[in-house]
């Protein structure tokens, strides 16, 4: 009597289901091999644990945030980018998916104030500043003059309609030389004519007797004629090749940068004059420049400079920090050294040298290690002549302190700074700091080692 009574109550309670639900009834959904068992076992899916519901689509930015799979990183880079960058070097306060945020550009105090000063004293027609810190790639300090006017918040760094790049070019030839890992290209480039003109006779070396100078001479003293013959004998491919790598001919990050934008022919004059940036039509922004300078005097890489260095949300105070870039690789690790010895001699005895040398004294070059490439080009849609200094410095003693620069300057009837010397007057400025912050440091643990001597 028993077992049909609980029969009885199993076939109202399928048939209840059945009825109350228009899709699968919760026995039908459950497993197969559960629905056999026993009256207790068959009942078991009735409880909400048994048949957990599928979560919703996750809309809000907390849920977004976990640090899940590639998760965080998505989140972070847009984030990161949606920063307006309105008040620099204040935070800004920004919308990203309906809720509030805001960024934390931590900028160096010192560094922001020394470009202000030196933008009001030298009065520049045009320039633009920007600094980094050499290993991260944050953005330190930054500042801008344009009409008289000085700001922190970059516009003219986004590079607009873009900006001639001149011998930064030769970074680019450089770097597509020692890849290619032909002694003969390197170490004995024919050399006729002057360094810096570049016209079709000093191209023609058949039947003459002509001097040979390295890849690093070249470089260092910025050879147009150098570099000219350096691009015709690799030909237009490796060259574009090491222009994909370094970012050339594509969005960058933020969106609102300008396409730095290069052209190598086939053959020809066209072709020398694209190898040692002998024309205007090769064009970079500042932004992008700081970029391949932070990875000429690190790692080899080209990866997005962050300006921010957290995003708080500000509904739940959560901090979200920038997300990690490994960035694309543009020069070998290998070959990194070499041209890093480029740089260095650039500044040692090539174009740089008078604007390091008449600021910086013999006691601070010994302690740090700095390079860069120096780049200059009258402009065409812009009237003036562009002086570019884009490198890097950092401490001997302490390789991971370090920073990198890009300067770019527009001269009109005349010039009272030199981009180089600007860069050299800025290092003095953080090496300075950096020394008295080490003393004060130092002064401290001899002050605590007494403290616990006489305790």
């Known amino acids: 009597m028993g077992l049909l009574c609980i029969a009885a109550a199993l076939l109202a309670l399928k048939k209840f289901s059945g ?86 550009y931590a900028p160096d105090s010192l560094l922001n104030a020394r470009i202000n000063v030196y933008l009001q004293r030298y009065r520049p027609e045009t320039g633009v500043i920007m600094i980094a810190d050499l290993r991260s790639g944050h953005v330190l300090a930054m500042g801008e003059r344009q009409d008289s006017l000085i700001t922190a918040t970059p516009k003219l760094a986004y590079g607009g309609g873009g900006f001639p790049a001149a ?41 003459r007797h002509y ?27 490796a060259l574009r090749s090491t222009a994909a790598h370094m970012g050339f001919n594509q969005a960058l990050l933020p969106s609102c940068v300008a396409k730095s934008h290069i052209e190598f022919p086939d053959s020809g004059f066209p072709l020398a004059e694209a190898s040692c940036g ?19 005097g690190d790692d080899g890489r080209l990866r997005a400079c962050p300006f921010s260095q957290t995003i708080l949300e500000l509904a739940t105070g959560k901090h979200i920090p920038p997300a990690p870039d490994t960035g694309c690789r543009f020069v070998s690790a290998e070959n990194l ?34 390079g860069g490439k120096t780049g200059s080009l ?3 849609e812009t009237r003036g002549r562009f002086d570019w200094f884009i490198g890097y410095v950092k401490l001997k003693e302490e390789p991971s302190q370090g920073l990198a620069f890009s300067i770019m300057l527009v001269h009109r009837e005349y010039s009272s700074i030199h981009a180089s010397q600007l860069a050299a007057l800025l290092i003095r400025d953080w090496l300075l700091a950096h020394e ?17 001597r006489a305790a």
């Open 278 to 296: 002998f024309t205007a039509k090769t064009t970079i922004s500042p932004w992008h420049a700081l970029e391949i300078a932070r990875g000429a």
């Open 337 to 370: 050294p070499r041209l890093q010895g480029f740089m260095q001699a650039t500044v040692r005895t090539g174009t740089a040298r008078k604007g390091f040398h008449s600021v910086l004294k013999a006691a601070h070059l010994e302690k740090i290690e700095a």
């Open 436 to 452: 008295k912050a080490a003393r004060i440091r130092a002064q401290k643990q001899r002050s605590a080692v007494v403290a616990y």
């Open 19 to 104: 009825h109350a639900h228009a899709g699968p009834s919760l026995i039908q959904a459950a497993d197969p091999a559960k629905d056999t068992r026993t009256g207790k076992a068959a009942i078991a899916p009735t409880k909400p644990e048994a048949l957990p519901a599928p979560a919703p689509p996750q809309k809000d930015m907390t849920a977004a945030i976990q640090p899940i799979g590639t998760g965080p990183i998505l989140v972070s880079a847009a984030l990161e980018w949606q920063a307006p960058m309105r008040n620099y070097p204040r935070p800004d306060t920004f919308s990203y998916q309906g809720n509030a945020m805001e960024a934390d």
């Open 378 to 380: 009258d402009g065409e």
């Open 167 to 207: 011998s930064l070019i030769k970074i680019l030839t450089a770097t597509a030389a020692l890849e290619c890992k032909a002694k003969e290209l390197t170490d004995s480039i024919p050399q006729l004519g002057g360094y810096h003109t570049l016209y079709k006779r000093q191209l023609k070396t058949e039947g």
């Open 211 to 237: 001097p040979k100078i390295t890849l690093e001479e070249a470089f260092s003293k910025s050879v147009n004629p150098a570099f000219g013959m350096l691009g015709l004998s690799m030909g237009p491919g």
